[in-house]
């Protein structure tokens, strides 16, 4: 089982930019689909994007596409996701996820960190 650790959360402005991270351990990383979910007050957790073992390809909801990166660095055992133009509806709690299938909205995930923070407010 692999463990996932995110970091990077926090307080931006509209149109500003925010990194988060997310850490694996445990099992090897790269045998890993990874993706990104997030969950706003009162809703349900919503599929950000992914991206597949090697991180030749990555996919994005249409609500970030454009304004969101995901990458990977298997030798660091670390996904990355890079927010730009942030938006006070991206507020919210964002998970990375971990499955040995490609990552999507409705993908029996595997493992799931713990959560980050993100707060888009002036």
């Known amino acids: 089982q692999v463990q996932l650790v995110e970091s990077g959360g926090g307080l931006v402005q509209p149109g500003g930019s925010l990194r988060l991270s997310c850490v694996a351990s445990?099992?090897?990383?790269?045998?890993?689909?990874m993706g990104w979910f997030r969950q706003a007050p009162g809703k349900e957790r919503a599929f950000v994007g992914g991206?597949?073992?090697?991180?030749?390809?990555?996919y994005y909801a249409d609500s970030v596409k454009g304004r969101f990166t995901i990458s990977r660095d298997n030798a660091k055992n670390t996904m990355y996701l890079q927010m730009y133009s942030l938006k006070a509806e991206d507020t919210a709690v964002y998970y990375c996820?971990?499955?040995?299938?490609?990552?999507?909205?409705?993908?029996?995930?595997?493992?799931w960190g713990q959560g980050t923070q993100v707060t888009v407010s002036s």
């Open positions: 996820a971990a499955s040995t299938k490609v990552v999507g909205p409705t993908t029996q995930i595997e493992a």
């Open positions: 445990g099992r090897t990383f790269g045998d890993y689909n």
């Open positions: 991206v597949t073992r090697g991180g030749v390809l990555t």
